[in-house]
T-cell receptor, first 112, second 114 residues
């Protein structure tokens, strides 16, 4: 069975500060890991994905995530938050059986 | 424009009245999937389809049906809706490789069952 745990349902940072959103996964097979972002009243869009190539993955809008197998983690970071980053972020894991599992989401608030 | 469309966007209905939420994509994608989003639970997969006439259950299929008669369409059917199916529903599609490549999401359908 696979699952995804996102620590912190709400994270608040100041504009210009580091963004760190945490994600831990459990998977019985090598995982495919993703971060999706959902802006208010919109569907989800892909930020980045890990599919067993480089462990540090760069995505859109300056976000990146590092796959750490020993910690079963795939935390999302951005060095400097912008007001436009305010959204809900979902970590997700897929497997070779075509099922897909999302975490419960983390809402990012960016303060001026 | 490449997109996934869902209709209706908003629906209020009563318990037991059958309804269908349509989903259509214009990208010739093989894989399509339905999710429901509930506060604190994230998105949970209801059903998915690898291609025409090939569908399978996700994590929370109870109370839902799907069909895939054409590649572009993947309707979600609630035969007898109940209040616990009040949720925000998303349809998604992707190319060969299923969810292991990028999924493209529709705008969502907010369903309320009274």
């Amino acid at each position: 069975a696979q699952s995804v745990t996102q620590l912190g349902s709400h994270v608040s940072v100041s504009e210009g500060a580091l963004v760190l959103l945490r994600c831990n996964y459990s998977s019985s097979v090598p995982p495919y890991l993703f971060w999706y972002v959902q802006y208010p009243n919109q569907g989800l869009q892909l930020l980045l994905k890990y599919t067993s190539a480089a462990t540090l993955v760069k995505g859109i809008n300056g976000f990146e995530a590092e796959f750490k197998k020993s910690e079963t983690s795939f935390h999302l970071t951005k060095p400097s938050a912008h007001m436009s980053d305010a959204a809900e972020y979902f970590c997700a894991v897929g497997n070779n059986f075509n099922k897909f599992y999302f975490g419960s989401g983390t809402k990012l608030n960016v303060k001026p | 424009e490449a997109q996934v469309t869902q209709n209706p966007r908003y629906l209020i209905t009563v318990t037991g009245k059958k309804l269908t939420v349509t989903c259509s994509q214009n990208m010739n994608h093989e894989y399509m999937s339905w999710y429901r989003q509930d506060p604190g639970l994230g998105l949970r997969q209801i059903y998915y389809s690898m291609n025409v006439e090939v569908t399978d259950k996700g994590d929370v299929p109870e109370g839902y049906k799907v069909s895939r008669k054409e590649k572009r369409n993947f309707p979600l059917i609630l035969e007898s809706p109940s209040p616990n199916q009040t949720s925000l529903y998303f349809c998604a599609s992707s190319t060969t490789g299923g969810p292991l490549v990028e999924q493209y999401f529709g705008p969502g359908t907010r369903l309320t069952v009274t």
